[in-house]
């Protein structure tokens, strides 16, 4: 997924935020004034390790222990532009050279990091890094603009494709069980997914651009809409345990930002204030922007200030979470305690 800047916090904070996330240290939430410690625990920002030479560098995964993250990076030298794949464990860093514009996806407990690239076709072209090694995945001749988008516990893929002949998009997914192969799976029509869970449930949307509707994929094959009553539109962009999350329009100009309990299909209202949805996490606890929700509510995270933008992309199970701070210059940060 490709951000941009984002909400910008309290000008009291923005200071010490870009002294000291600019020198890779922690910054606290701003403390209240009756306790003079932080609301609601302490929430801090700080830098993950990155290559000094890059022009900019990013986080974009997480795995659901938080352990492992993977994430971007760019150095311009005198011959062209290298694109940087990043793997963190921990604060372990480890860079491999890409191909132009390869992006990690997602990320399962074991390390195992999935993304998208381009062939020298000009076509989709997933992969997948293990063991230190990055592979390529299997596609089918018949598709085109091939995808993954999530990984589960299992090692389960699920991505999409193009069909060359008539346009129409197309849910893959790649079965851990059966290395090596790639299979289409029976969802709705022009349909695309989301994300799926460890125990292989699948979400998603399908239908024409701005008419879609969303469903959600049983391990047994069972397909049910995933939506609220009077819905026009559903955008479903993330699930992970028994939660979803997306955006869902009634009518009006601002959708309306839902959580899902897949168990049995009930929703509830997440936050306006959360400019964007970008994630949730196997608590129902939601990012996106600059804020984290959990219920109804939802609190600013530390880092962002005026002139600086901040962006949570991806948060784990634990809470800790990764994605980007754009101060003079785009870098990777991670929070915890938020």
């Known amino acids: 997924m490709t951000h941009t800047a984002r909400r910008r916090m309290l000008a009291g904070t923005a200071a010490a935020g870009?002294?000291?996330?600019?020198?890779?240290?922690?910054?606290?939430?701003?403390?209240?004034?009756?306790?003079?410690?932080?609301a609601l625990g302490t929430c801090t920002i700080s830098t993950l390790p990155y290559p000094a030479d890059t022009y900019r560098a990013d986080a974009y995964a997480i795995d659901p222990t938080g352990r492992f993250a993977a994430g971007t990076a760019l150095r311009i030298e005198e011959t062209g532009n290298q694109y940087l794949l990043l793997f963190w464990d921990g604060d372990r860093l480890t860079e491999v050279e890409a191909p132009s514009m390869a992006e990690p996806s997602d990320i399962?407990?074991?390390?195992?990091?999935i993304g998208n690239g381009w062939a020298e076709s000009g076509l989709g072209q997933p992969w997948r890094y293990r063991d230190g090694r990055i592979e390529q995945l299997p596609v089918l001749p018949s598709f085109t603009g091939v995808g993954v988008t999530a990984i589960n516990k299992a090692g389960d893929i699920v991505g999409q494709g193009t069909d060359v002949e008539t346009n129409e998009f197309f849910v893959l997914r790649w079965p851990a069980a059966r290395p090596g192969t790639v299979e289409v799976l029976d969802v709705p029509a022009n349909a695309t997914p989301s994300g799926i869970t460890d125990n292989g449930t699948i979400v998603g949307m399908a239908g024409d651009f701005g008419y879609w509707t969303g469903w959600v994929r049983r391990p047994d094959g069972r397909i049910k809409?995933?939506?609220?009553?009077?819905?026009?539109?559903?955008?479903?962009?993330?699930?992970?345990g028994h939660w979803a999350i997306g955006n869902v329009s009634l009518g009006g100009s601002n959708p309306v930002k839902v959580r899902w309990d897949l168990r049995d299909g009930s929703y509830t209202s997440i936050d306006r204030r959360l400019s964007v949805l970008d994630d949730v996490n196997a608590k129902g606890v939601?990012?996106?922007?600059?804020?984290?929700?959990?219920?109804?509510?939802?609190?600013?995270?530390?880092?962002?200030?005026?002139?600086?933008?901040?962006?949570?992309?991806?948060i784990s199970d634990t809470g800790t979470i990764v994605g980007f701070r754009n101060a003079e210059r785009v870098t990777p940060v991670r929070w915890t305690g938020c």
Do not use: H, K
């Not at 809409?225 to 992970?240: E, K």
């Not at 990012?287 to 002139?307: C, I």
């Open 225 to 240: 809409p995933l939506t609220v009553p009077g819905a026009q539109a559903t955008l479903v962009n993330a699930a992970a």
């Open 18 to 38: 870009l002294l000291a996330t600019s020198l890779g240290v922690a910054v606290a939430a701003p403390a209240t004034a009756a306790t003079g410690r932080p």
């Open 108 to 113: 399962n407990e074991d390390g195992v990091v």
């Open 286 to 314: 939601v990012v996106g922007g600059d804020r984290v929700a959990r219920g109804a509510s939802s609190r600013e995270l530390p880092g962002g200030g005026v002139g600086v933008g901040i962006g949570a992309r991806v």
